[in-house]
T-cell receptor, first 115, second 112 residues
Framework: DAKTTQPTSMDCAEGRAANLPCNHSTISGNEYVYWYRQIHSQGPQYIIHGLKNNETNEMASLIITEDRKSSTLILPHATLRDTAVYYCIVRVATGGGTSYGKLTFGQGTILTVHP | GAGVSQSPSNKVTEKGKDVELRCDPISGHTALYWYRQSLGQGLEFLIYFQGNSAPDKSGLPSDRFSAERTGGSVSTLTIQRTQQEDSAVYLC??????????FGPGTRLTVT
């Protein structure tokens, strides 16, 4: 699986958009970008994933550059409850997305949302 | 609906003792994973089960660690002759698709 690079920490004001970058310059054509987050003392939580198109769900938006070497997770209106460690993970999915393999977590970005 | 549950939530054991950690996945999830997270560290993959296939044990750190999944549902992670470096939060996750893994709250293991 491709390696990812994320900033160690970021701050955001409550109510503003939080934009979390991730570099994955060695990504392969069949690798997806996943985002998970881990709130203190809880297990990780799936946020969103994408291959090459931008994606949006009820939690966040994922913007992937055209060359797929980087992506940005956007929390449109950050709240205090969004304070967490955010993990960007790149992993291959095979057979139309039916691989069940492991996730390799890096150090992630500590996002702190301030009042 | 019910999420992934793990028991016990906390376990304190003496060095050299064996421990068993339990994971109840979400009903119908065919994939089950174990990870661990040491203090201040990221998550480390241990093992995963997918249906009736042979488990991927590539992340188990030593032969003191083993896991089984009975009837395609409940899983038990066993650590024999525990060492202080085994102290960590042990997380279980289950899933159906390749995209989402649903994590439990974890078991905090402390080896004294």
């Amino acid at each position: 699986d491709a390696k990812t690079t994320q900033p160690t920490s970021m701050d955001c004001a409550e109510g503003r958009a939080a934009n979390l970058p991730c570099n994955h310059s060695t990504i392969s054509g069949n690798e997806y970008v996943y985002w998970y987050r881990q709130i203190h003392s809880q297990g990780p939580q799936y946020i969103i994933h994408g291959l090459k198109n931008n994606e949006t769900n009820e939690m966040a938006s994922l913007i992937i550059t055209e060359d797929r070497k980087s992506s940005t997770l956007i929390l449109p209106h950050a709240t205090l409850r969004d304070t967490a460690v955010y993990y960007c993970i790149v992993r291959v999915a095979t057979g139309g997305g039916t691989s069940y393999g492991k996730l390799t977590f890096g150090q992630g970005t500590i996002l702190t949302v301030h009042p | 609906g019910a999420g992934v549950s793990q028991s016990p939530s906390n376990k304190v054991t003496e060095k050299g003792k064996d421990v068993e950690l339990r994971c109840d996945p979400i009903s119908g999830h065919t994939a089950l994973y174990w990870y661990r997270q040491s203090l201040g560290q990221g998550l480390e993959f241990l093992i995963y089960f997918q249906g009736n296939s042979a488990p991927d044990k590539s992340g188990l750190p030593s032969d003191r660690f083993s896991a089984e999944r009975t009837g395609g549902s409940v899983s038990t992670l066993t650590i024999q002759r525990t060492q202080q470096e085994d102290s960590a939060v042990y997380l279980c996750a289950s899933g159906v698709t390749s995209y989402e893994q649903y994590f439990g709250p974890g078991t905090r293991l402390t080896v004294t």
